[in-house]
């Protein structure tokens, strides 16, 4: 009786198939989803690192304190208003499914002189868009220069906790806190701060966002 041995070719055959069979069953099982939480901030300038590097900017830093932690969207783009950031907004939504909305807006609007009840109404359209997309809020608040005269700066300012008490949302008062006074820590604008303050910035931040990523990671 004679006995055929498979030759190299049969060999190589077998293994090509096998390997193609593995391939096939990898690429019809689903991928691992992402649990982390989705982090995304909808800012202007002040969260955009304007003229400095962008690692530098108070959004990155956050970025490298959460590690691999959330994932971080920043759609901060230099200029934006509230306007311009709330037609940007459901499609971001959509696109990203945040458990997280950081809104720091209202900067653009106010050295425009937008009028406060405008300003309201574009932010509070976005923090009821987030709260139907089960996203948690926070709000960033901002400052104008005094010389926009005490009344505007007035109803400015108090639109922040206005809109944090009404939408029962988390708020920084002040985003430059500590900060905007410092001429070492202010670029020559005196409307943006340095690299060197970026930390500062994020310090401002973190103890409001903490505790509500860590409810968005449970």
């Known amino acids: 009786m004679k006995v055929c041995i498979p030759g190299k070719k049969w060999w190589r055959k077998q293994a090509g198939s096998a390997a193609l069979a593995a391939l096939a069953l990898l690429t019809a099982m689903p991928a691992a989803a992402d649990t982390r939480p989705t982090l995304l901030v909808m800012g202007d300038s002040l969260s955009a690192a304007h003229n400095i590097e962008q690692d530098a900017g108070w959004v990155n830093l956050l970025r490298e304190r959460l590690e691999d932690n959330a994932q971080v969207i920043n759609a901060s783009i230099s200029g934006e208003t509230s306007s311009g950031a709330g037609a940007r907004f459901p499609g971001l939504l959509d696109k990203h499914s945040p458990e997280l909305v950081v809104l720091e807006l209202g900067g653009n609007d106010g050295l425009r002189g937008l009028p406060p009840d405008e300003l309201y109404a574009n932010l509070a359209q976005m923090v009821e868009q987030s709260q139907s997309a089960d996203a948690r809020v926070l709000l960033l608040g901002i400052d104008i220069p005094p010389n926009y005269g005490r009344t505007y700066r007035q ?18 008062p002040f985003l430059l806190d500590g900060i905007a006074l410092d001429e070492a ?30 409810a968005a990671e449970g």
Do not use: S
């Open 155 to 172: 109803a400015f300012t108090h639109i922040y906790p206005r809109l944090a008490a009404t939408y029962h949302v988390a708020l920084v």
């Open 185 to 214: 820590l202010m670029q020559d604008d005196g409307i943006h701060p340095t690299a060197e303050a970026q930390p500062r910035v994020l310090d401002n931040v973190w103890p409001v966002l903490a505790p509500l990523l860590k």
